[in-house]
């Protein structure tokens, strides 16, 4: 990016109290901390030299580099974060909106105690789903270039409704139930499809993957992408509208597509959410990349100590049979990560 012909070594010292493996960004945080420390060494200025939105691209990549199959969300928030809003965001091009959060209701985060590191065989789990997306797309790409144009090109699911072809959520949707009549695809259904051998399936998409499943669940996969899209559009209004109770509905939906459309859910997540929900949170889903980690739950300001007995009591003492000590909190809104001058706050 910067063409700099040496890159200096340096000592950098951390300190967070943002719990790991735990859905909370913390691989993403670290990796924009470390980003901000480097600009600094390397004398160039955010803003200036590069910008808020081309940074959270580059550190999105990063962690494609490093071998996780993550999207931009977590990077983008983290830098372009306002304090009291929510932050809505955009891919292909990257942007950003920024909406008003609800007044009277807050989020609270719930940690389920089960680590959900991305290595090993969870790495391999995270990955799994953006693997299963893109073979979804080429047998897109397949039927609609034999139905519609040859030249049909679909490199990611949000080219079905963003690229000329702008087809309808609900056309989208008729499509996948077409293509896909079966829950499930084996491989050699797959290379089928494609009209290709299944080792060119295996090489193009498959490399890496030590452990290939028998069956393959595109067609829910596809369906939770499209519906999840869905509902970050009505959780805009719901926003714009102050609508605490639709965006709370939209929460409990979309726990439910993660746990059975996705399959990123955990028996403790679902029961975690089942029971915030039963405690008074009007929504209540899973957050960061699942299989474990964290719940995050709308609850209104006067019912939050209530709510928070009643999970402590439910879920940690009876589910989990201890008494947690794990972290319940309100999570409170910032602005974007940013430099601090200790100059300026030493006494």
């Not at 393959?216 to 899209?229: D, G, Y």
Request: hydrophobic share 40%; charged share 25%; aromatic share 8%.
């Amino acid at each position: 990016k910067f063409k700099v012909k040496h890159f200096p070594g340096f000592h950098l010292h951390i300190t967070s109290d943002l719990p790991i493996a735990s859905g909370l960004s913390s691989s993403s945080a670290l990796v924009i901390t470390s980003a901000l420390a480097y600009l600094k060494i390397l004398g160039k200025e955010l803003g200036r030299d590069i910008t808020r939105l081309e940074l959270s691209d580059l550190m999105a990549e990063a962690e494609h580099f490093v071998g996780t199959r993550g999207g931009g969300m977590d990077q983008t928030v983290i830098l372009n974060g306002k304090k009291n809003h929510a932050c809505k965001i955009d891919f292909f091009p990257i942007r950003t909106t920024l909406l008003p959060i609800f007044e009277d209701f807050v989020f609270v985060v719930c940690d389920s105690t089960i680590r959900a590191p991305k290595t090993g065989s969870c790495l391999m789990k995270y990955n799994s789903g953006p693997i299963l997306c893109s073979i979804a797309c080429a047998i897109f790409e397949k039927y609609l270039q034999n139905e519609i144009d040859k030249s049909i090109k679909i490199r990611r699911l949000s080219d079905l409704w963003s690229s000329e072809l702008c087809l309808s959520w609900k056309e989208i949707l008729e499509i996948n139930d077409i293509i896909f009549p079966k829950d499930t695809l084996t491989l050699k259904e797959i290379a089928n499809l494609l009209e290709t051998s299944i080792s060119e399936v295996k090489e193009k998409w498959l490399c890496g993957v030590d452990d290939i499943p028998e069956a393959f669940p595109l067609k829910a996969r596809v369906r939770h992408v499209i519906t999840e899209h869905i509902r970050v559009e009505l959780s805009r209004d719901a926003l714009l509208a102050n609508n605490p109770y639709l965006f709370g509905h939209l929460m409990n939906e979309s726990h439910q597509s993660c746990a059975k459309d996705y399959n990123i859910s955990t028996p403790e997540l679902d029961t975690l959410t089942k029971i915030a929900r039963e405690a008074g949170a009007i929504g209540a889903r899973l957050t960061g990349a699942g299989f474990g980690g964290c719940t995050i739950n709308l609850v209104h300001k006067d019912d939050v100590d209530k709510f928070m007995e009643i999970v402590e009591e439910k879920y940690y003492k009876e589910y989990l049979g201890f008494s947690s000590g794990a972290e319940m909190f309100i999570a409170e809104t910032a602005n974007y990560a940013d430099y601090i001058d200790l100059n300026q706050i030493r006494p």
